[in-house]
């Protein structure tokens, strides 16, 4: 079974890369402080795929480690904001310090995503739009489990100018932890 996972996560990984290949790379934020990066974030709007589709109240914690790397867990209430409480635990780095707006994620080894920050406030670190090349990895985050609307308007311009088409944008249901 473990075997036929890896087999399929590879497959999905090679043709994912491929189709990327035929896009315009994400024109990404020119500086990412990770000091002020670390702390909670809220899901506001994400594209649903299998490791979250169930998953309401989504929050991301991100913590810096002693070896420079960050430490990420993501957490959840099943199916409801009052469903069991769920998370999962990875770790994320900048492999090129010249591009800290382009980290890397890993949930498990060997396997690792791009974790690509092409919008954020630069000046109060309050929200951010991460994706990938490939434009099939999408998620609106903020530091409060609500933004004004015209914030959330002014996310989705800013997914829809770099190819994003938002049709399967999710509205993440939050409640304060």
Do not use: C
Request: without cysteine.
């Amino acid at each position: 079974m473990r075997k036929n996972v890896i087999i399929a996560a590879t497959l999905a990984l090679l043709a994912s890369t491929a189709y990327a290949a035929t896009l315009e790379p994400l024109a990404l934020v020119p500086t990412l402080d990770p000091q002020r990066y670390i702390g909670r974030w809220y899901e506001i709007a994400r594209f649903q795929h299998f490791f979250e589709t169930s998953i309401v109240g989504a929050t991301a914690e991100y913590a810096l480690r002693p070896d420079g790397k960050i430490s990420v867990v993501n957490s959840g209430f099943k199916n409801t904001l009052d469903g069991k409480f769920t998370e999962a635990k990875a770790v994320a780095w900048i492999p090129d310090l010249s591009k800290p707006s382009a980290l890397k994620v890993q949930f498990f080894w060997p396997f690792a995503a791009d974790y690509l920050v092409f919008g954020l406030d630069q000046e109060n670190y309050q929200w951010a739009v991460v994706g990938a090349n490939n434009r099939k990895y999408l998620w609106f985050l903020s530091r409060t489990p609500a933004v004004d609307p015209a914030l959330l308007d002014q996310m989705k311009q800013l997914a829809v100018s770099q190819g994003y088409d938002l049709s399967g944008l999710y509205m993440v249901p939050q409640k304060e932890r």
